[in-house]
């Protein structure tokens, strides 16, 4: 990251040490959350949402469109079927999915050292997922390409503060639809060491992640570890669609992670109101793991939730609005009731540019992120305009984002050179503390560095061109790409990914759906 | 608000009936949180913070410089005296705070309506305070003048989500440095009728604002009753100056509230870790609320915290990082085990202009400010770099986060009406929710509308002029200035408010300190 450099500069010995001990500290590929999350539904209130949740999928229950043998292995488990819709006798999914999903689960990546693990109490931030355009400060607002997907799985390799390289960070347009996951999850293995997430469009490009995965992993350890994590959306409200159920299905079946994710704008797919959003989040999701877990038990399943408002005047998405805030925190609540890992956040907003709508949104989301202890955040860093985009400046920003909540998330330390009270003895009233002992043995770790805030006079700041956040960023992540390194890998391995690809795009005619 | 006329356009007889019910919710003066605070320490942590905080009173002590009499009474209550240095014996000033402070009290405004209660549960937003410059997109960044005092008067008492009209808003420059307080609290008087602070500058300007305060509510009123709360800060670390001080005694002996409030920026009036700067601010704290206690028992005090660290390059004041974050919760649940309402927070940043940086450095003071449950928030809305400058366009922004905040502090509704559980039933899956019987009976209160956020599509957002947060920010102060309407004053209160003043100004010369 951009901030090394500055940080390693000064200090002398100690200062050297220090160094050391925090350059390790950075490369721990996850957060370890040492604080209680903050809850807003108590005991009563949670179990009411669950007998909701309950009431949904036996009264109503969830359709499954298009998969007649979903239907019939639903049904099998002991369903009420009715055509595509499937009605589950109350209790059924929380008993399945209890019965075998993982509480917590390693994720593994090119590099053993980059290796997450998804559950309580750790927390995993990837980037922006699935915008079709992007934006940088240079050439504006513009569909995505493959050479920018590639820039922001670069970015994400070089980010300390990002643990996973994501999925489809930005939609490479310039590639076919039906051939853009292959360059895609390519460009995931080979351009990052980092873990990633696989293609969830059609079966047969999940069929094609878990092949690549195959070859860049072996065979054998991807049937014994999970080494991809997919994005599952439920049609909301209360329908499952044939290609998130047969995405799953491949992936459940080779043991790999899904994210099952309600998506809902309350008040277009659910009621206005936090605690219906929540019941039926929660209903659509248990239907979904609960499909997972009988294509294969113990294949490792999220909990997702990814809820936000409506504009009452125009029906656009609003973001950072408190409603969602509070779904979040009832939502992680809810999964660690159940006893499954929980997916939600990120680092959302409305806005067009980075501008401060964008960052008051996009903390109003993040901070919720971070106090709800979700475990695995998408959208962690770049999304713009209700993720119709990624941007470039916003990516830094918000990674710097991602960094603070690493720190903040290790709560205070309590040790003796924490308390500092013979700091404090030392001085006494009216000395300051900038040349104290203690300072000096705590100066290269006392407080969070953003490289990209300016905390200079305002005559600095005027003398050095009176530039704003993103013009900032700007010339940050200009900076990370002309300082990448490729991640090394095997040739060989290298090689066969792209004979895979090679032979797989020849073997089908180009298609944009 | 300028949100109002636009949220009051629709809805036909359910829509007014609701408009009604909504109009008076958004009159109620202050919030009343029902969450759970967000806590960073258990009982054992917090428990060591107080014996730290002890151990400072007891070893080191505190000097009150220049004041005597004040060093007199703490030495006759039990503390060893040596010069100017007071030693605490252990548990003594928690002794004298808890034997008379009050945990909650009523800060009365020239409007009984607008009457805030300071302590749990409730929490208190007041504007920026003590900025020398404004900024706003128009005119750049310059002095503050008299007029801006009295703008940012009127903008706070229009606005809905502020709940109290500060004190040295901006500082008027124009005026001379010896009299603009009596200016300033005519302001607070005539231009608006929310709750209002007083003067700290010197004791003589703290009888001022209590005699303005005794001409506008009368003597008798505010001998029984709180009218004004007063900003005490510790020259820390560990010194209280005889400015401070005497005016702490002014209020204390008007019965008047005062905020006593160690100010530190970690590693310079402070150790640099969360763990010392809490006990340091606890001891500081401690010792000035025992003197106010003494002065006047009962006498309203809250616990003061401002805190945040410095870059360790530069030794510039840094807003926004996770470590003030800790602290902030920290001193809060501190605050509510000695029983005594509690300030910190605000949208405090060190940005220049109100950009990303500005809104994710105060979203991430502002978000702790309400998790933590902060009773009495100054600088809620307006700050820039570092309180060197308040923004009018800063201003419209925060002003938005906190109408936000009060709506989370609500919580999930948990009624029929909330669960929405018929709705679910009759729309069933794949059905969306846009036309709902109960989308339409909650559409007018659904979701936080903002006035400033823009949540248009790309190309109407293009097609309005591609404006940024800000530049929307700056068409409404402006619109709320034009519309502003003073609030009712007894022309005869009004006279002799302006009698006293114009003597007072009369009997002393200019002076610049």
New interface residues.
Partial sequence: MTDEP?RRRSGGRAGRQEARLHATIERLPFLTRT??P????GEE?LA?IEH?AD??LE?????FRGDPEAVRLLGEAGAAVDGE?VRFPRGMCRQIVQASAPRVFTQHARNPERAVRIGDPYTVFAPNYGSPFVRDLDRG?RYGTIEDFRNFVKLTYMSPHLHHSGGTICEPVDVPVNKRHLDMVYSHIRWSDKPFMGSVTHPDRARDSVELARIAFGADFVRDNTVMISLINA?S???WDATMVGAARVYAEANQATLITPFIL???????????V???TLAEALGGMTFVQLVRPGAPVVLGSFAS??????????F????P??VLY?MAALARRLGVPFRSGGNLC???????????????TF?PTV?AGVNFVLHAAGWL??G??IGYE?FI?DA??CG??A??SK????SE?????D???E????????G?A??LA???N?????P???????EQ?LEEG?L???QRANVIWKRMLAEYEAPPIDPAVDEALQDFIARRKASFPDSEV
């Avoid at 903050?38 to 539904?41: A, D, H, I, K």
């Avoid at 009264?59 to 359709?63: D, F, N, P």
């Avoid at 309350?266 to 605690?275: C, D, Q, R």
């Fill in positions: 500055q604080l209680a903050f809850e807003v539904l209130g009411l909701n009431t949904i009264e109503v229950g969830l359709e819709r607002r049609n409200p209360l329908v309350a008040g277009a797919m659910s009621p206005v109101t936090a605690a219906a929540c019941a039926q408002s409506i504009s009452m005047q125009s029906g656009a998405p609003t950072g609005t408190p409603e805030a509070l009832a409305a806005s067009k540019v980075a501008d401060a709508q964008a960052a008051y949104e996009s903390a109003a901070g106090l305009e209700g119709l985009a916003k920003l710097d984002q603070m909540a720190v903040f709560g205070i330390d309590l050179n924490g308390q500092a009270l700091a404090i003895r001085n006494g009233p009216g000395q300051h503390f900038l104290s203690h300072t705590n100066f290269e006392a407080f969070y560095r953003s990209v805030a300016d905390n200079n006079s305002y700041w009176s704003d956040a993103p």
